[in-house]
């Protein structure tokens, strides 16, 4: 059957027009799909072709625009999970087809992401891990990263509003990423996984959740996220940077580099925090508005201490190969935040 038999035949056949975020997102909405892939052999692999040479254009040929469609395909497989339970997309979500897709877009980015890590040596067994790890993030340039003075010192008003739309859907997110550590935790974690999602609800106070803080300051600013929660701001910067939280979301064998990226949030943003709340209270946000960010600065140092101590430190005495894992997730937070401040830094000076 050729492609422009199936084009005719179905809506899903139409799809192979599309773009490839388009084509992807109505694949995965398609209430039909296992069936329509059954009847139409054909069409399965010519997304798996144009997926692949999208994957060298990206990472191979570093084509950004396509890099950029690459990570927003995952972004949508990704939000499969957080779909309407009744829905199409939900139903679709551990198709065989949709994870081959995964698959296949997670093993070249990570192979790209290996690549940029290399200059960075895993610590020997006898270091102290936890010791090595807080110099990482401690050094790293995305802990000292100019956003943060440029908010503390410069940034007005829209600034600010474009930095609040920017955070909102990996703050909206940080519950469903803690909640996800949790099954198949080691019994020695659970205590501290418990705790951080304990305070990311507000500790039983239905005012205090953390997703609602943060949506009282966007109603504050008059800021209104819509279902996409701002996310089509992103630039592939700031998709792969959602991505990597997700990569260890979902997949099993990457649990330990979440567990790396989550340890090095907590310890990139009490010192970036203070200077946003400096700015904030700068240009006359208040301090009941911008309480999100406050209280992060004072909570999120007893995470990281918790992170560190408590769920890292356990887990590389029980099981030393974690080590490696946990190393490369928060290289893999580092790195790509480091590129969404980049990124993000020249989007506010053009405003």
Not at 125 to 133: M, Q
Not at 183 to 194: A, D, L, M
Not at 293 to 317: F, M, R, T
Request: hydrophobic share 35%; aromatic share 12%.
């Amino acid at each position: 059957m050729n492609t422009s038999g199936t084009d005719c035949l179905t809506p899903a056949g139409n799809l192979l027009s599309e773009n490839l975020v388009t084509l992807i997102t109505g694949l995965l909405n398609e209430p039909y799909l296992e069936t329509f892939l059954t009847d139409y052999k054909n069409f399965g692999e010519i997304v798996h072709t144009r997926v692949y040479e999208s994957l060298h254009q990206a990472y191979h040929l570093n084509n950004l625009d396509v890099r950029k469609e690459i990570q927003s395909v995952l972004f949508q497989i990704y939000n499969c999970c957080f779909s309407p339970p009744l829905s199409a997309c939900a139903r679709n979500q551990y198709s065989p087809f949709i994870i081959s897709l995964r698959n296949i877009i997670e093993k070249s980015w990570l192979e790209f992401e290996t690549r940029r890590i290399r200059e960075y040596q895993l610590p020997h067994a006898e270091d102290n891990f936890v010791s090595r790890l807080t110099t990482l993030c401690r050094t790293h340039r995305a802990a000292t990263h100019p956003l943060f003075d440029y908010l503390s010192t410069q940034a007005g008003d829209r600034h600010f509003d474009y930095f609040f739309r920017s955070d909102t859907a990996l703050n909206v997110l940080f519950f469903d990423l803690v909640a996800m550590m949790l099954p198949g935790s080691y019994p020695f974690t659970r205590s501290e996984i418990t705790k951080n999602l304990w305070d990311e609800a507000g500790q039983g106070n239905e005012h205090h959740n953390h997703v609602d803080l943060y949506h009282s300051l966007l109603k504050a600013r008059n800021l209104r996220p819509g279902g996409d929660q701002f996310s089509s701001l992103y630039n592939w910067q700031g998709l792969t940077g959602y991505n990597v939280f997700l990569l260890g979301g979902v997949n099993r064998q990457h649990y330990f580099k979440l567990v790396g990226a989550m340890a090095m949030t907590e310890l990139l943003d009490p010192p970036q925090y203070s200077k946003l709340v400096d700015g904030a209270r700068r240009i006359g946000i208040s301090d009941k508005n911008i309480y999100y960010y406050s209280e992060h600065i004072e909570i999120d140092v007893d995470h990281a201490d918790g992170w560190l101590n408590k769920v890292i430190q356990p887990l590389i005495d029980f099981d030393p190969v974690s080590r490696h894992e946990i190393y490369t997730g928060a290289l893999l937070r580092l790195e790509t935040c480091a590129d969404y401040y980049d990124d993000l830094l020249n989007t506010l000076k053009k405003l």
